[in-house]
């Protein structure tokens, strides 16, 4: 089936969605309003649905336009980076990165990737929506972004995933705490600590349960949270040890926390690239994921 529409249709999309008033996204895009209302009535046409509900007074858009606000958005920014980005040439032509990522890879580990990315190609801008890993994989196959940085394990037929590296679960301890005298940890010794650890909705949280459950381990937590933030302040604060993704903790340096294997028995996770299947990469995307793979690997 073809797809009937253009670039003015998204905008004009777009223009009514953040205005919210038909005369008044008209006049931003020089259109007259029966012309904005005939490029809307098309997009809805080749949707099969309707996005907007209107009235004589006011425009609110529908459920199908809320969750094709997110798509709209990226594909004008990508058509935009593209076209400025023919008059460089060369390596450093400027462009536009869309991702989602793991809440626990975007905090320490992403970063200095970036850094070092940006050192090579400094025209190129990045959107990252640190996302859980179901979040995630839902923003990649509606198209949100190009790609995402997730846990392998998740299956859908819509999906690639490129497994990248295993990232075994550690303690982040505080430097005066008992535990981090030691130079590596057993889950026994755990025990009679306070112990921090995200919450019951996160991968990590089930992937962790599970993997302790199949070697007849329960843990007690004391501390439950959300954020990686919030478990590595406690840590910081002496109110805790936290059990994290080695990848998520700060680098050997940091002047409070030290961080310790566990062992008896080592969980890890597995860490891929995550993509829409048959999908190409824009080039800086590409070639951002390449580095990935180059620096993981």
């Not at 200095?112 to 929506?129: G, T």
């Not at 004391?222 to 990686?228: A, D, M, R, V």
């Not at 995550?274 to 800086?284: K, Q």
Request: charge should be positive; charged fraction near 25%.
């Amino acid at each position: 089936m073809d797809i009937n529409c253009d670039i003015i249709d998204l905008r004009a999309f777009i223009a009514v969605m953040e205005l919210g008033h038909f005369r008044r996204a008209a006049d931003s895009l020089a259109l007259s309003q029966p012309a904005l209302s005939r490029r809307i009535q098309k997009l809805e046409e080749t949707i099969g649905a309707k996005l907007f509900a209107r009235t004589t007074r006011h425009v609110e858009p529908t459920a199908v336009g809320r969750e094709l606000l997110p798509l709209v958005r990226r594909l004008i920014d990508e058509f935009d980076q593209s076209l400025f980005s023919f008059r460089d040439i060369g390596q450093r032509r400027a462009g536009l990165i869309t991702m989602a990522c793991l809440p626990t890879a975007a905090f320490y580990f992403l970063p200095a990737v970036i850094k070092r990315f940006k050192l090579e190609y400094p025209n190129i801008r990045f959107r990252i929506m640190d996302l859980s890993a179901n979040d995630g994989l839902s923003a990649v196959s509606r198209g949100e972004v190009e790609f995402g940085i997730n846990l392998i394990g998740a299956s859908s037929v819509n999906l690639d995933f490129t497994p990248l590296r295993e990232d075994p679960f550690v303690l982040a301890a505080h430097r005066d705490h008992p535990l981090a005298r030691l130079e590596k940890v057993r889950w026994n010794d755990l025990e009679n600590h306070s112990l921090i650890t995200v919450g019951r909705t996160s991968g990590n949280r089930t992937l962790l349960d599970t993997a302790l459950a199949s070697a007849g381990m329960h843990m007690h937590w004391t501390y439950e949270t959300t954020h990686l933030s919030t478990s590595l302040g406690l840590v910081e604060a002496g109110v805790g040890v936290s059990v994290l993704p080695r990848m998520a903790t700060p680098l050997e340096d940091h002047p409070i926390i030290v961080v310790r294997p566990i062992t008896a028995p080592q969980v890890s996770r597995t860490i891929g690239i995550v993509r829409r299947r048959g999908s190409t990469l824009s080039p800086s995307a590409q070639r951002f994921v390449d580095m990935l793979i180059g620096e993981w690997q």
